[in-house]
């Protein structure tokens, strides 16, 4: 069963919502390595220069990783999903310790307040959207169709199984209106009728 039903606060399934999270997060790692090949290209400190080489490698293979997890949602590839959920945990981490090894190593309080900043507002994202992508990765692989209306997962056999509810209520209604004819319409007439032959 799925951890989310709906992605974002009711706007869009897990399935759109998956999409979303990998362009967003392809677009975010272009953005980021093209800022680590500027930085890299104007000099700096050695470990300024560490670091943004570290970054520079994450955000190549994330860029990878984004680009698969995106064709999974579209050609519904389970296995990239959950391929990507994997990898964005395992970059989360890689980014945790390139932060503490700016800290620790150098730097200005306000090169220190961006990076952690920048890498905290990084981690709620990737949290929000590993619940978002293994939700959708969880309903594929169960067979679940979740790109309908938002908060609906609708089963390959839950229509049907509607359908038979629906039909099993009408049977039961047709049942109670029946019933015993004595206990109908007849029923307020058989006294008369009774009082009829025993006059005759």
């Given at each position: 069963?799925?951890?989310?039903?709906?992605?974002?606060?009711?706007?869009?399934?897990?399935?759109?919502?998956?999409?979303?999270?990998?362009?967003?997060?392809?677009?975010?790692?272009?953005?980021?390595?093209?800022?680590?090949?500027?930085?890299?290209?104007?000099?700096?400190?050695?470990?300024?220069?560490?670091?943004?080489?570290?970054?520079?490698?994450?955000?190549?293979?994330?860029?990878?990783?984004?680009?698969?997890?995106?064709?999974?949602?579209?050609?519904?590839?389970?296995?990239?999903?959950?391929?990507?959920?994997?990898?964005?945990?395992?970059?989360?981490?890689?980014?945790?310790?390139?932060?503490?090894?700016?800290?620790?190593?150098?730097g200005g309080p306000q090169n220190l307040i961006v990076f952690w900043i920048v890498y905290l507002v990084k981690?709620?994202?990737?949290?929000?959207?590993?619940?978002?992508?293994?939700?959708?990765?969880?309903?594929?692989?169960?067979?679940?169709?979740?790109?309908?209306?938002?908060?609906?997962?609708?089963?390959?056999?839950?229509?049907?199984?509607?359908?038979?509810?629906?039909?099993?209520?009408?049977?039961?209604?047709?049942?109670?209106?029946?019933?015993?004819?004595?206990?109908?319409?007849?029923?307020?007439?058989?006294?008369?009728?009774?009082?009829?032959?025993?006059?005759?």
């Open positions: 069963m799925a951890i989310l039903k709906d992605s974002c606060f009711h706007c869009c399934n897990v399935r759109d919502g998956s999409l979303v999270v990998g362009v967003l997060f392809l677009a975010v790692h272009v953005l980021d390595l093209g800022i680590r090949v500027i930085s890299l290209l104007s000099g700096g400190y050695l470990y300024a220069i560490l670091a943004d080489i570290a970054s520079a490698v994450i955000d190549v293979v994330a860029i990878v990783i984004d680009s698969l997890m995106i064709q999974g949602v579209i050609k519904a590839i389970s296995k990239f999903l959950y391929w990507w959920v994997v990898a964005a945990v395992i970059i989360a981490a890689l980014g945790f310790f390139v932060v503490l090894f700016v800290t620790f190593l150098g981690l709620v994202l990737v949290i929000y959207g590993v619940f978002v992508v293994y939700s959708h990765y969880q309903n594929l692989r169960d067979g679940v169709v979740d790109d309908g209306p938002p908060g609906i997962a609708v089963g390959t056999a839950s229509s049907n199984e509607m359908q038979n509810t629906v039909t099993d209520d009408d049977d039961d209604e047709d049942k109670k209106k029946r019933g015993n004819p004595q206990k109908g319409f007849f029923s307020f007439l058989s006294p008369n009728m009774t009082g009829v032959t025993s006059h005759q």
